[in-house]
Structure formats: structure tokens, C-alpha cells
């Protein structure tokens, strides 16, 4: 690691956050890259969030991550923010100022179209409609990264049916609610199945999701990292299915505030994942 007086400085914030990968990720792309910099933990609860946000500038700090449960909040705080993290409703990446603002931005939608292409680069938007499984922050990123990139239809389904049902209402555009038992027959069609909950993620439920409707040619994404290959995916493999894991998601959104931060867009490789993977 290269740190000298001059170093840049960035950092996650969250409540708790000794589980965030995302300080071994930027440390790698710092290495990797040779820059002067540091990125770090920053445990905050809640009711300290709002100041300590207006002294990370003083400190030298040039931005920082934000993750559960300070995203709402930091939308909130920001004195500027972009239209993806309006329309998504959170704030992921903080870009602190010279002149002490605040910029309050979300790469989630980014991230997640960036590593649909990397890992399934057949995929198009017009393959089929997209279904997404859940309706909480991450599906508003999913369905405003699908709608943007063109997709002509996203069938939303999730086990509260008036949650989806707000998502679709808030966000507008080709966002059809599906009930929760129609689930299996809204694959019928799809070019895309995303599962953006937390059902199969490691000590959550499993997402019980028969995919006989599913065409074989439909990319299937589980934005859960933990585990890697959840039950989905190893159905959707079974299948013949392509299939994309839930690492990228940490690593795409990942890349906008690095450059932001340190000056530089980094790359996803496949060293890097590996890297990811043993931590």
C-alpha cells in the first residue's frame, strides 16, 4: 500500500459494518492501481450519522460509501443528488466537495447492468420481458437499471403484494404487479429473471420459484453473494440456463465512487473476483 500525508481518503459508513467486503475491494483496486490512498471502515450509528457527515470533508475525507441503515438518510442529508438515486428513493456514494457539499449519488442500477453484461453478454433488452422478485431497495435499482436500459416490460412479484405494488406506482413506466402465487407463471416469456430479495440468501428462507415456465434461453441473476450459488442458480444451471451471481453487485456499483474518489474507473476482472471470493 502506497500512504503518504497527501493520501486520499474514502470510506464505508454503516451500523454495523465489520461485515462489509467493500474496504478489502477498494484496498485491492488501490494496490492494484498503485494509489496514495485509504479506504476504511466507519462504524456510525444512526443518531451520529448526520455529523459525522459534515466532518468527513473537514478530515480530508473525499467520499464515502453508505450502506443499511443510513441510505435513506443520507438522501435525505445530501445538498445535491442525482436523478438515480431520486427515482431509486437511496443514496449508496457520497461525493464530498472542495467547498464542503455533499453529492449524493446511487450506482446500484449502474452496477447492476454492468455485471448482467459482463457475466451474460448475450443478453439483450429485447430478449423478453424482465420478472424481478422483491420489492425493496435493491428491486427499485433492479427495475430503474432494466427500464433504462430498454426493456419493454417488468413483471414485479413480491410476497407483499402492496409493496410491489408501490414500487410500480412510484417508479411508472411498463411495471406490471404480479400476485405472489402467480410467480411460476410470470416467467412464461422472460428474458430475464432477477431475484433481488433476500430469499436463499444464507440464513434467510429459500426462494421457492419453479422455473418450468422460464425459457431456457433466459439469463437468471441472484443479486445474494452469500451464498455464492444459491438454490436459483444452481436450478437455473441445471436448466441450461445463463447465469449471473451476486458478487458483481458489489463489485460494479462499486467502481463510479472509486473514480470519483482516487481518479481512476477501475476494472471487475476475474483475479479480482477470486480475491473477493476467499474473504
Not at 420481458?129 to 413483471?155: F, S
Not at 417508479?171 to 433481488?196: F, I, K, Q
Not at 450459488?229 to 449471473?244: F, H, K, S, Y
Not at 470519483?260 to 476482472?269: C, H, Q
Request: with cysteine; aromatic share 6%; hydrophobic share 45%.
Amino acid at each position: 500500500m502506497i500512504l503518504s500525508g497527501k493520501a486520499r481518503l474514502a470510506g464505508v459508513i454503516g451500523w454495523p459494518v465489520g461485515h462489509s467486503r467493500s474496504p478489502a475491494l477498494h484496498g485491492y483496486w488501490l494496490q492494484h492501481y498503485g494509489i496514495d490512498g485509504a479506504y476504511v471502515p466507519l462504524p456510525v450509528p444512526p443518531d451520529r450519522f448526520a455529523d459525522v457527515l459534515r466532518v468527513l470533508p473537514a478530515m480530508g475525507f473525499r467520499g464515502a460509501n453508505v450502506t443499511v441503515p443510513h441510505k435513506e438518510t443520507a438522501l435525505a442529508l445530501a445538498d445535491e443528488v442525482d436523478p438515480a438515486a431520486r427515482r431509486i428513493g437511496a443514496v449508496n456514494t457520497l461525493v464530498l466537495r472542495p467547498d464542503g457539499s455533499i453529492l449524493g449519488r446511487n450506482t446500484d442500477a449502474f452496477g447492476f447492468i454492468a455485471n448482467l453484461r459482463q457475466c451474460s453478454p448475450d443478453w439483450r433488452p429485447d430478449t423478453g420481458p424482465a420478472v424481478v422478485v422483491g420489492a425493496g431497495g435493491a428491486a427499485r435499482a433492479v427495475v430503474v437499471a432494466l427500464l433504462d436500459a430498454g426493456v419493454a416490460e417488468v413483471r414485479l412479484v413480491n410476497r407483499t403484494l402492496a409493496r410491489a405494488e408501490a414500487v410500480a406506482a412510484d417508479l411508472g413506466g411498463p411495471v406490471s404487479v404480479m400476485a405472489w402465487e402467480d410467480r411460476a407463471a410470470a416467467l412464461s416469456g422472460a428474458g430475464v429473471l432477477v431475484n433481488s430479495s433476500t430469499l436463499g440468501m444464507t440464513g434467510q428462507p429459500p426462494l421457492i420459484l419453479p422455473l418450468d415456465a422460464l425459457p431456457v434461453t433466459a439469463t437468471v441473476c441472484d443479486i445474494v453473494y452469500a451464498p455464492l450459488e444459491t438454490p436459483l442458480l444452481a436450478a437455473a444451471a441445471r436448466r441450461g440456463n445463463p447465469g449471473v451471481d451476486g458478487l458483481g453487485m458489489l463489485l460494479h456499483p462499486a467502481r463510479p465512487g472509486f473514480e470519483a474518489w482516487f481518479g481512476l474507473l477501475p476494472d471487475v476482472t476475474p483475479e479480482l473476483r477470486r480475491f473477493l471470493e476467499d474473504r
